[in-house]
């Protein structure tokens, strides 16, 4: 059964960075591309930014909001992707959720990020 | 970057309904389309892909149909478990971009 499993949200101020891991389980990690996608609260869905399979260069592609400030890798050794999220604005408080497979398929169960002073 | 539309943004129905959501891509995007239903406090789930194949394990009253710039996903015979709020998702070009989202309620 495919998992996926999103930590390290919490509160963080305006400015600050932090760091979620998706740790995945369920099936070959390094085979898959590898998406985030975020959901700020009673807001719709937002594409945050995906990550190849090494098989495909593992190169990344982001959104215009998060460009520059957001970086998508992976360690296909223990099958976790992370989101590396810098200089975090108020408008990046959200649900993010971690996705597997281009087009996105499967979906963890997302973890909350609010960016509050 | 290619905007999507949905409509209407949202519809209230009642069990055993044909329901039929709309999704607009503002250039061609060939089949490169997904359909996603999203309970509340729930993670989305993907019933189609390619804009017409059912995801495995979706109930077949769930159909999609489309290319190009224009698709439609339909229900054929609403369920109580169908209320929710269905998205599309373009894959054609990045950014990937969703629909703002159709909610689906009881009449």
């Known amino acids: 059964e495919v998992q996926l499993v999103e930590s390290g949200g919490g509160l963080v101020q305006p400015g600050r960075s932090l760091r979620l891991s998706c740790t995945a389980s369920g099936f070959t990690f390094g085979d898959y591309a590898m998406s985030w996608v975020r959901q700020a609260p009673g807001k719709g869905l937002e594409w945050v930014g995906f990550?190849?399979?090494?098989?495909?260069?593992?190169?990344?592609e982001y959104a215009a909001s998060v460009k520059g400030r957001f970086t998508i890798s992976r360690d296909d050794s223990k099958s976790i992707a992370y989101l590396q999220m810098n200089s975090l604005k108020t408008e990046d408080t959200a649900v993010y959720y971690c996705t597997r497979g281009w087009p996105v398929e499967y979906w963890g169960q997302g973890t909350l990020v609010t960016v509050s002073s | 970057d290619i905007q999507m539309t949905q409509s209407p943004s949202s519809l209230s129905a009642s069990v055993g309904d044909r329901v039929t959501i709309t999704c607009r891509a503002s250039q061609g995007i060939r089949n490169d389309l997904g359909w996603y239903q999203q309970k509340p406090g729930k993670a989305p789930k993907r019933l189609i892909y390619a804009a017409s194949s059912l995801q495995s394990g979706v109930p077949s009253r769930f159909s999609g149909s489309g290319s190009g710039t224009e698709f439609t996903l339909t229900i054929s015979s609403l369920q109580p478990e169908d209320f929710a709020t269905y998205y599309c998702l373009q894959h054609n070009s990045y950014p990937h971009t969703f629909g703002p989202g159709t909610k689906v309620d009881i009449k």
């Open positions: 990550i190849r399979s090494k098989a495909y260069g593992g190169t990344t």
